[in-house]
């Protein structure tokens, strides 16, 4: 019997997600829980196991397609219960039902059934088939189509189809396509689709839109088509993925919040001497540390001094939620964009084990492989703008935090030192804080006592 799988939800409250790369291909044969494809979501890279032991009979989308949660994206023939092979599905019609216009039957999954990554799309009890037919009219009447002569000639007038037919519907398309017509001005129905069942792919729009410039007289003071120079002037690029949510978090972030950025300049000359030492010692042999590390163990720190940093604005209830424990955010620049997985329960690492923890986190984040339960929960974040050679800078919070500390480079500088001017190692912290949630001398006494454990990481012992 046939099985559809549809793009189940996540577990992120997302909509839609994008299919990267399909694992296996039609006729491959799979086992119950084996990897079939990755997909993107707005968040993290998510590999979908299959669903179901059986043949893979048809891959709905493709790769670089943007799809609805609920929506088929692969349809798997199984044995059915009975003992059917999986080449005799239980019910099937036989050929003389099909020949007579019949459509294959499509197999409905239960309302919010739990699968292998969360609950699929609630299914409406409307009647309403689970996809959309490949077919746009019954077997045996045939849509007549016929190729564009001309890419400049323009769409004749649709004529009046006689009653009780069945009108062809859009092209069909996946919506980073139809973004990307809209874009370059092409109207679908005038291309020919060379995807899979008539499918409109990127190649097509692009090659038709290059075919109608070379037939277009060029405007005035733009080069002539294959002359020599010509260069696009603009790059466009789908908002998709994470740099939508991205804009939208920061969006939201900074215009809920009202934020606060409160700059130290600090002589961090100790701090670097004693990563000199840890790193000879023998506890923290090929441990990575950076300056980052000891930033990061003096943020905890400094929270257990100043809790109203590790907090939360509740709108809803009207409460202030302050919390207990501490899932340290870092900050991580991908290929795939900004990303901010944390540390759960940081607060109860020793050095050597957040120095691993921060390392992993890296790895794990360039990589592509954060998940989203490493994205989500976040109680306050640090920011390492100084790995760019950057002093200082305002950053937005991360939606739900009260605080976010921007770590700045390492410079060598002319600074006081014990009445004299001497070259030390010395950079900026920047802290933005939500000012519903931390007042200016909250902040201010947070922000010093970071400063003061990397000035002389020895305060720690005051502070514990």
């Given at each position: 019997m046939i099985k559809e799988f549809r793009l189940p939800d996540l577990g992120e409250g997302l909509t839609e997600s994008e299919i990267l790369s399909w694992k296996v291909d039609v006729g491959d044969t799979v086992s119950l829980n084996q990897v079939i494809a990755e997909v993107e979501t707005a968040k993290a890279v998510v590999e979908l196991p299959s669903p179901f032991a059986g043949v893979i009979k048809e891959l709905h989308e493709q790769p670089g397609s943007v799809v609805e949660v609920g929506k088929p994206i692969v349809s798997f023939e199984v044995a059915d219960d009975a003992g059917a092979s999986p080449s005799t599905p239980s019910g099937a019609m036989a050929a003389g039902d099909l020949a007579a216009g019949a459509r294959e039957p499509v197999v409905e999954l239960p309302k919010r059934e739990p699968n292998l990554v969360g609950y699929g799309a609630v299914v409406e009890r409307s009647g309403r088939p689970a996809r959309r037919p490949r077919n746009f009219a019954p077997v045996g009447e045939r849509v007549e189509t016929r190729p564009v002569e001309s890419q400049a000639t323009a769409v004749e007038p649709v004529e009046s189809k006689p009653a009780g037919t069945i009108p062809a519907e859009r092209p069909r398309s996946t919506p980073p396509v139809r973004k990307l017509a809209k874009d370059l001005g092409v109207d679908l129905v005038q291309v020919r689709g060379t995807g899979p069942g008539g499918l409109i792919t990127r190649e097509d729009v692009q090659e038709f839109a290059g075919q109608a410039e070379q037939l277009a007289p060029p405007m005035e003071g733009q080069a002539?088509?294959?002359?020599?120079?010509a260069v696009e002037r603009e790059t466009r690029t789908p908002i998709k993925g994470v740099r939508k949510l991205t804009a939208a978090a920061m969006v939201h972030s900074a215009f809920t919040a009202p934020h606060a950025t409160e700059f130290l300049t600090v002589d961090v000359t100790p701090s670097l001497d004693l990563l000199a030492r840890?790193?000879?010692?023998?506890?923290?042999?090929?441990?990575?540390?950076?300056?980052l590390t000891l930033a990061a163990k003096a943020v905890l720190v400094a929270l257990h001094r100043n809790p109203a940093l590790n907090s939360r604005w509740d709108e809803e209830n009207q409460e202030i939620v302050t919390f207990n424990y501490v899932n340290l955010g870092i900050a991580a620049a991908t290929p795939r964009g900004l990303t901010v997985p944390n540390i759960k329960d940081a607060e109860t690492l020793a050095l050597?084990?957040?120095?691993?923890?921060l390392t992993a986190l890296a790895e794990t984040a360039r990589a592509g492989k954060?998940?989203?339960?490493?994205?989500?929960?976040?109680?306050?974040?640090?920011?390492?703008?100084g790995v760019f050679g950057i002093d200082a800078g305002t950053p937005i919070l991360n939606p739900g935090e009260a605080a976010i500390l921007g770590l700045g480079a390492v410079r060598t500088m002319p600074w006081e030192y014990r009445g004299e001017v001497a070259l030390r190692q010395v950079l900026t912290l920047s802290l933005s804080f939500d000012h519903r949630l931390v007042d200016g001398e909250q902040g201010s006494r947070f922000l010093a006592d970071v400063g003061a454990i990397l000035a002389e990481p020895g305060m720690v012992l005051t502070m514990v």
């Open positions: 002539p088509a294959g002359g020599t120079g840890l790193k000879n010692s023998r506890e923290f042999a090929g441990i990575k540390l950076t300056p050597r084990q957040l120095a691993q923890a954060t998940t989203p339960a490493d994205l989500a929960g976040g109680t306050i974040s640090i920011t390492n703008i």
